[in-house]
């Protein structure tokens, strides 16, 4: 697996992507998280709502079972105290009820802010990236073998724009039908070029033999 180009321009700007992303990603989590924060203290009035209620009905309903443990006080002098119990522990329960409204939505909202951006970003980068790793692990593998250079170019011939095969030969095409070796290595050094990757190494016996 070959993660980033042999040739500095290429390997440069690959590096500084990856850097870029993994501060995109870092970002937007910490917004995130200061949005979550933020929303939760939406929380606050329930979490005080919660205790006072709470705090309310165990006082009322204290005095409640202190009045009926009186002898011969009946129990309906004790039954308001206890339906404003009741009514307290329903405030306590409202309270608790906003506090996971507010929690949920901090988790909602929070979610949200962090995924669209970075799935945006990955949807773009991310396949980009996995196709060049791809490509350039397996034009690395076949750029020392004679056989491997026959495959680039061809995968030259089919992929690179034609202003640049031009360049090499208006009659680039006809030559690497015949075999030429020099057309054969200029194709596949346009194509190891075009991934960022160093030239073939060519053996004394393999370099193309020119006559005088």
């Known amino acids: 697996m070959k993660l980033?180009?042999?040739?500095?321009?290429?390997?440069?700007?690959?590096?500084?992507?990856?850097?870029?992303?993994?501060?995109?990603v870092y970002v937007w989590v910490r917004l995130g998280m200061t949005l979550f924060d933020l929303i939760q203290k939406l929380a606050v009035p329930g979490q005080k709502l919660e205790s006072a209620g709470t705090g309310l009905a165990d006082n009322l309903k204290g005095a409640g079972d202190k009045i009926n443990g009186v002898p011969g006080?009946?129990?309906?002098?004790?039954?308001?105290?206890?339906?404003?119990?009741?009514?307290?522990?329903?405030?306590?329960?409202?309270?608790?009820?906003?506090?996971?409204?507010?929690?949920?939505?901090a988790w909602i909202l929070s979610v949200l802010l962090i995924a669209v951006p970075v799935t945006m970003l990955v949807l773009v980068w991310l396949p980009l990236r996995i196709r060049w790793i791809r490509r350039a692990g397996s034009a690395a593998r076949l750029r020392n073998a004679t056989a491997g250079r026959d495959l680039l170019a061809l995968r030259a011939l089919a992929t690179q724009p034609l202003g640049k095969l031009v360049k090499?030969?208006?009659?680039?095409?006809?030559?690497?039908?015949?075999?030429?070796?020099?057309?054969?290595?200029?194709?596949?050094s346009l194509e190891l070029r075009s991934l960022g990757l160093r030239p073939a190494?060519?053996?004394l016996s393999e370099r193309p033999v020119t006559h005088l």
């Open 4 to 24: 980033y180009a042999d040739r500095a321009p290429t390997a440069l700007r690959q590096f500084l992507t990856d850097v870029f992303v993994v501060v995109w």
């Open 73 to 105: 006080v009946p129990d309906s002098v004790a039954a308001p105290f206890t339906s404003a119990a009741n009514a307290a522990r329903s405030l306590a329960d409202a309270g608790h009820q906003q506090q996971e409204i507010v929690n949920d939505l």
């Open 168 to 188: 090499i030969d208006p009659e680039i095409a006809a030559l690497w039908r015949r075999g030429d070796k020099q057309a054969v290595e200029a194709l596949a």
């Open 201 to 203: 190494v060519i053996s």
